[in-house]
């Protein structure tokens, strides 16, 4: 039972991380910052529960916060030029916020015990779940709560303006600008719920391996981020979810024998999907043909209840 | 700070000369998004895997310095590989697709030589290692003269090619309009093909080089080599070559500064600060190559 | 409504535009025409900010356009087509217009129900306009999926939806049959009839002919006469930039 929750963990987080690049990635861009903003969510939600003794609530979306500061800092002056220099620019990034939480050393007394992260040591006592009392299911549902709340936040921006807006910038930049598109203030926006999304995805990571290091924030792990949304598809929220489980749950769970191989597997998966299907593994024909699945279905359910 | 000025000149000379490598390596990245206006992340990690290659082979023959020969041909062949994996098949209306393709080849290539190392370092010859030349207070290490000279001769070659030749002159033409270039009868996929096969020894000199200085080969390499050169790429303009070579200097040296006066945990700190402030104000870098069109 | 004054546009050693100078009036339908590499499309790019000129100056309703960006030059009332279709493909057709919709006086919104809902009577609106552009029914398709007639009446359909001053179509008419380009005639009218300003750059004489009041000509990026449909098809320097001497010029008029 702990080895299942503890992969409904793991892809919770991870689908957080997948979503947290969805909304640029809709835009066109393609962002490695986001494991930076993740970085600094789990250090800054761990740094108010363990320091400052913050109730995890608060101290998960200050990190939060602080994060979406910092992906409309960046945006900024990364988003106004091409779409290539993004890309540098966010690997940049994160390997700044990499390196600073390499050498942030902040051990402060609580309680009879220092605590704080220790740079090269890591970030080790975030125990706040253990300390308050918080059961495995009750930590697992915490989590899925905010995935929930994401993924609904995400699907309804669909339905709305902004879900078109975005893919308008995404399909065609100049026409979207003579639509009368801001580009910067869009692909801005976009960034900036991404890095809230991804300081949220952090602070609820950090709690629950209760020790960060800077080991985990690399740029393997920003590739994972975008890898889901474009290998999920991005036609819909759903997309990511799926290719997360496959990815997290199937391949990492599933072909733990293969050991090394699996890491290995993951390039060539790439590689494999960007030829054979690079519009992801659930694009617009696939939605149609559910539809059209779940539609056959209630009537064929409504029929044999009127055949009843 | 006890350091003084001489300090700061030696190191200055010391990462200039280094910073050859990394203007090799963002030449690279600068040919390939000229000729296709894509990035090929799997470059630097390409060009250590072509080390690797080198050292494997030549080790079997027992020549080592033959690992400088063997590296670059093993490096333009993985070159070709990326392109025919990454970029060849791609739909020239999903830029998303080659760029993260190319990614996933930077991590097979990288996961692959840890999982084939066992993730230890690998000794690569040095050459002139103990040489040392002094100048009244400065002094130059022989190895790192070496290098500066390899690298300006490739640069030389280099630019012999691409605007000398009827293969540059195809390259060029490509980059600017591919279906013009088809109709006169210019083989498109050949010439890009060519194109990451030279990037591609290039590279693998530059990855060679660079190990040869630090004196061993190891999997660490390749990510600190892909972000540099993509920095040195981005700072020299994308796709312009003297603003690549410029830029690697450039780098190169402050690297080395910033390594003096703030040690080598927060070098990389302000070598990334470095980058903002270009994009920042000047963002389409040193020379930008291409006029303002959409 | 827009003053082009004393245009010009280097790319390097070619003078793609060189001392262009034409007046749109308020509501009349402008016609801008010449043979290939006239410079005609580097002029509409030049009006919509898609780069920026060498020299001159662009004014619209007293506005200088200068130094607006493409979405703040729509904002001051100039809209676009393009000449190869670019539709959001993946959007549907009643995506492509809400994208660009811009309300009227009446149907002002705050910017949360802008970007976030369909309030007022703005969902009535948007439909009347695809009404209108007979794609009424096909207002959840996706638009790469449309015919090439549907696709060119929703690219029009999505630049009237930024409720410009004026509209600058580009070669709306081009790979269109005879019965298509009589449609976008009347459409072009109608566009008139609103109040809506039209600049037509245009290759098919058949529609240029018959539904603009005034023309000008362009060649090697300078104008070489203007004039109404009529002075512009008797005007023997016309006659030569299209078929190299008067002998040759055959019929011009469709009329």
């Known amino acids: 039972m702990t080895y299942f929750l503890g992969i409904l963990q793991t892809i919770g987080i991870h689908t957080l991380l997948g979503l947290s690049a969805y909304l640029l990635l809709l835009t066109g861009q393609l962002s490695l910052a986001q494991v930076g903003f993740f970085a600094i969510g789990a250090y800054l939600s761990g740094i108010f529960t363990v320091i400052f003794g913050f109730h995890i609530v608060p101290a998960l979306l200050f990190g939060a916060l602080v994060a979406a500061f910092f992906a409309c800092l960046v945006g900024f002056p990364a988003l106004r030029v091409k779409g290539l220099m993004l890309v540098v620019a966010t690997i940049a990034f994160s390997e700044m916020v990499r390196l600073f939480f390499f050498n942030l050393n902040w051990r402060v007394m609580v309680g009879g015990q220092e605590v704080g992260p220790d740079s090269t040591q890591g970030f080790r006592e975030i125990r706040y779940y253990a300390a308050n009392g ?30 078109s807006v975005l893919r308008a910038v995404g399909a065609d930049e100049l026409a979207a600008q003579s639509s009368g ?57 759903f997309g990511t979810l799926i290719a997360v489980i496959l990815l997290q749950g199937v391949m990492i769970e599933g072909f733990r024998f293969m050991g090394d191989y699996r890491n290995i597997l993951f390039g060539v998966l790439i590689i494999a999907a960007m030829n054979f299907r690079p519009q992801g593994l659930v694009d617009s024909n696939v939605i149609i043909a559910m539809r059209r699945f779940l539609f056959w279905k209630s009537k064929k359910t409504k029929e044999a209840e009127s055949n009843a | 700070m006890n350091f003084d000025y001489i300090d700061l000149i030696q190191s200055l000379m010391d990462g200039i000369l280094f910073g050859s490598i990394y203007a090799i390596i963002g030449l690279g990245f600068t040919l390939i998004f000229g000729a296709m206006h894509k990035l090929n992340m799997t470059y630097a990690a390409a060009s250590i895997g072509g080390a690797y290659v080198g050292i494997a082979i030549v080790s079997l023959i027992g020549a080592p310095l033959l690992v400088f020969i063997v590296g670059p041909i093993a490096s333009g062949l993985i070159g070709l590989a990326v392109y025919y994996l990454c970029f060849r098949f791609m739909p020239t209306s999903n830029q998303l697709a080659p760029l993260m393709a190319s990614i996933g080849g930077l991590f097979f290539i990288d996961e692959l030589i840890i999982h084939e190392t066992n993730g230890s370092p690998i000794s690569f010859p040095g050459i002139f290692p103990d040489a040392f030349f002094e100048f009244g207070e400065f002094g130059v290490r022989g190895d790192l003269i070496f290098i500066a000279a390899v690298s300006f001769v490739l640069m030389g070659v280099l630019l012999f090619l691409v605007y000398k030749t009827k293969l540059g002159l195809a390259t060029r033409a490509v980059s600017q309009h591919p279906i013009a270039s088809q109709l006169c009868g210019i083989p498109t996929h050949k010439t890009n093909a060519t194109t990451f096969v030279i990037a591609g020894v ?38 312009s070559i003297p603003g690549a070579i410029i830029a690697g200097f450039l780098i190169g040296g402050l690297e080395n500064l910033f390594l003096l006066v703030r040690g080598v945990n927060e070098r990389d700190i302000y070598v990334f600060l470095v980058l903002f402030l270009f994009l920042f104000f000047r963002p389409n870098g040193i020379f930008s190559s291409t006029i303002d069109r959409d | ?48 900010g898609v780069f920026p000129q060498t020299k001159g100056s662009i004014t619209l309703d007293g506005v200088n356009l200068t130094k607006l960006r493409p979405d703040q030059r729509v904002s001051a009332g100039v809209a676009r087509t393009f000449q190869n279709i670019r539709l959001f493909g993946d959007l549907t057709v009643w995506q492509n217009l809400w994208v660009s919709w811009r309300d009227d006086e009446d149907t002002k919104g705050s910017v949360f129900s802008n970007w976030f809902s369909l309030s007022g009577n703005r969902r009535q609106k948007i439909q009347e306009v695809l009404d209108f552009s007979s794609l009424g029914h096909r207002a959840d398709d996706l638009a790469r999926n449309l015919s090439f007639g549907e696709q060119r009446r929703l690219e029009l359909a999505r630049a009237y939806a930024t409720k410009p001053k004026m509209i600058l179509l580009d070669e709306p008419a081009a790979g269109m049959n005879s019965e298509e380009v009589q449609d976008l005639r009347k459409r072009i009218l109608t566009l008139k009839e609103m109040g809506t300003t039209v600049l037509l750059v245009e290759h098919v004489m058949e529609l240029v002919m018959n539904v603009t009041d005034r023309i000008t000509v362009l060649n090697f990026g300078k104008e070489i006469a203007h004039g109404t449909p009529t002075e512009i098809q008797q005007n023997q320097k016309v006659q030569e930039a299209y078929f190299g001497s008067p002998e040759n010029a055959g019929q011009l008029d469709h009329a």
């Open chain 1, 134 to 163: 918080w059961s495995e299911i009750e930590v697992v549902s915490f989590i899925w709560f905010f995935v929930i709340l994401v993924m609904a936040v995400f699907w309804w921006l669909d339905k709305v303006r902004v879900g």
């Open chain 3, 1 to 48: 409504m827009l003053r082009v004054e004393n245009l010009a546009k280097y790319f390097g050693g070619v003078k793609a535009v060189d001392g262009l100078e034409f007046e749109v009036k308020k509501g009349e339908v402008f016609g801008l025409i010449g043979p290939n590499g006239s410079g005609k499309s580097t002029t509409v790019n030049l009006i919509c």
């Open chain 2, 202 to 239: 290039l590279g693998g000199f530059a990855g060679c080089l660079a190990a040869s200085t630090v004196g061993v080969l190891s999997p660490l390499l390749t990510l600190p080599l892909t972000v540099k050169g993509l920095i040195v790429t981005v700072i020299g303009g994308l796709g």
């Open chain 1, 181 to 237: 598109i801001n580009l910067t203030l869009v692909k801005v926006a976009a960034m900036t719920g991404g890095g809230l999304v991804a300081g949220l995805g952090g602070g609820l990571y950090a709690h629950s391996v209760t020790y960060v290091d800077h080991n985990t924030f690399t740029i393997l792990l920003a590739t994972f981020a975008v890898a889901y949304p474009i290998l999920g598809g991005t036609s819909t929220v």
